[in-house]
């Protein structure tokens, strides 16, 4: 089982655990059974281990240590991770904490002195949120609060906002300060929003981020600000007009990565460029689904748009095609469940469970997502989780709406992407 996207359709609830208080020098250990659910939760098996891309922490069993012994150690991996999480890797890259492949947070500031938060860096929305320290919501106590008099750049306004998400809703005040990302990246005066409600949507143990913080254009903001990306653009803040993310899986090398103004360099020869449909958010045109060398096109609708081309412009076929967006606030792969339930049927996996026999898995072959006009492709490995707790394995997709395709954590794990921010491309390779 799989979040829903924050983007989109917010954050669904894990398990029905009790609250956790989140102290500002403690960190919710994520990898305890009793604060992420144990109902059709992702438990990844791996050591502690320091890596190239992050931290990982051991999951341990219930048998084994004692009671006490393992709340210790719980307590001094939480401190090490949170610890090491909070270190950017240069100046202008930070880590990201892997949730069970569910979500990635890193840390931003907020106000002169930084107040700090954790927050999803999602490339799904374009605002700024984080609790405010008025806000009476289970959801924000449990988390970091942002206290305008402790701030001495902090400018209000009277201007409100509220958005609403499939399951999750917050509402709050727009105000304007000064936010550091990534250790030296300060952007003077970015408006943001302290939340005055948020519902049970965000409360622990499902949401250990505090807030959100959107990678989106400014015509996909709420409230009429602008987006953190333009204003880095605005105040001339990166060395060139874009970011790179890598999210690694959690039973690999663990984390992730984010890095404005440049992007890791290695990739250069193997990204392949794309234009961006729009000024919202991160999105694309859809042309074709395939797998292996099969001839057929999997994605519904396609083959009449296809055969259409000839007598449409190119703008006339970007509006017809299925529309992809790049979403790191989405924990699965979404689509129009057409496509899905044939792409299931496919490989031999149940078109409503989405669960396929593991013995099976070694057989399958790739899935070619044609993006852009350029085929990108998952391995089985990629589109197939296996969840050892269970051992059941999954596909890792779930339908949701028809046109609009949202390219989730277990794409954007099998590549590495680069976001072009003033030419609206982005660019992709295969991770290495």
């Known amino acids: ?7 989109l359709l917010a954050v669904v609830q894990l398990a029905a655990s009790a609250a956790v208080k989140l102290e500002d020098d403690d960190m919710v250990d994520s990898d305890d059974w009793s604060v992420i659910g144990q109902i059709g939760a992702k438990n990844h098996f791996s050591y502690g281990e320091e890596t190239q891309g992050g931290f990982t922490i051991p999951l341990y069993l219930k048998n084994g240590l004692d009671p006490e012994s393992k709340r210790k150690r719980r307590m001094e991996r939480s401190r090490r991770m949170k610890s090491f999480a909070e270190k950017p890797l240069s100046n202008n890259t930070a880590i990201l904490t892997n949730v069970k492949d569910y ?11 930084p107040q700090k938060f954790s927050v999803v860096f999602d490339t799904g929305s374009s605002n700024i949120w984080v609790p405010g ?7 924000c106590n449990e988390h970091r609060r942002f206290n305008q008099s402790h701030s001495t750049t ?18 709050g005040d727009i105000g304007t300060d000064t936010v550091q990302v990534a250790g030296s990246l300060v952007l003077q005066n970015q408006s943001f929003a302290a939340t005055s409600l948020e519902d049970k949507t965000f409360e622990l143990p499902r949401s250990q981020f505090d807030g959100l913080f959107g990678l989106g254009f400014t015509g996909g903001a709420e409230g009429n600000v602008r987006s953190p990306v333009d204003t880095m653009l605005e105040e001339n803040k990166l060395k060139e007009p874009l970011f790179g993310i890598k999210l690694f899986r959690g039973s690999e090398r663990g984390n992730g990565e984010i890095t404005f103004g440049t992007y890791d360099k290695s990739y250069s020869s193997q990204l392949d460029w794309i234009d961006v449909y729009g000024n919202i958010f991160w999105a694309t045109t859809m042309e074709g689904i395939f797998y292996g060398d099969e001839p057929q096109n999997y994605l519904y609708g396609a083959d009449k748009i296809n055969a259409e081309s000839g007598s449409l412009t190119p703008q006339e076929k970007a509006r017809a095609s299925r529309k992809a967006l790049l979403d790191t606030g989405s924990s ?10 044939a792409m299931s049927t496919r490989i031999g996996a149940n078109p409503l469970s989405g669960e396929i026999p593991c013995s099976a898995v070694a057989s399958l072959k790739p899935f070619h997502f044609v993006i852009g006009g350029k085929r990108f492709s998952m391995n089985p490995e990629e589109y197939i989780f296996h969840d050892p707790a269970t051992g059941i394995c999954e596909v890792q997709w779930m339908p949701v709406s028809e046109y609009l395709w949202v390219m989730g954590i277990p794409f954007l794990q099998s590549h590495y992407t680069v976001y072009n921010i003033k030419d609206h491309r982005i660019g992709l390779a295969k991770m290495k």
């Open 1 to 7: 089982m799989k979040l829903t996207p924050i983007a």
């Open 103 to 113: 979500y990635y947070y890193g840390y931003i500031g907020i106000g002169n002195p």
């Open 133 to 139: 320290d008025m806000c009476p919501s289970n959801a």
């Open 154 to 171: 902090y400018l209000a306004s009277t201007q409100k906002i509220q958005i609403q998400y499939g399951t999750g809703f917050i509402a």
């Open 332 to 341: 699965l792969i979404y689509g129009d469940p057409f496509s899905l339930a």
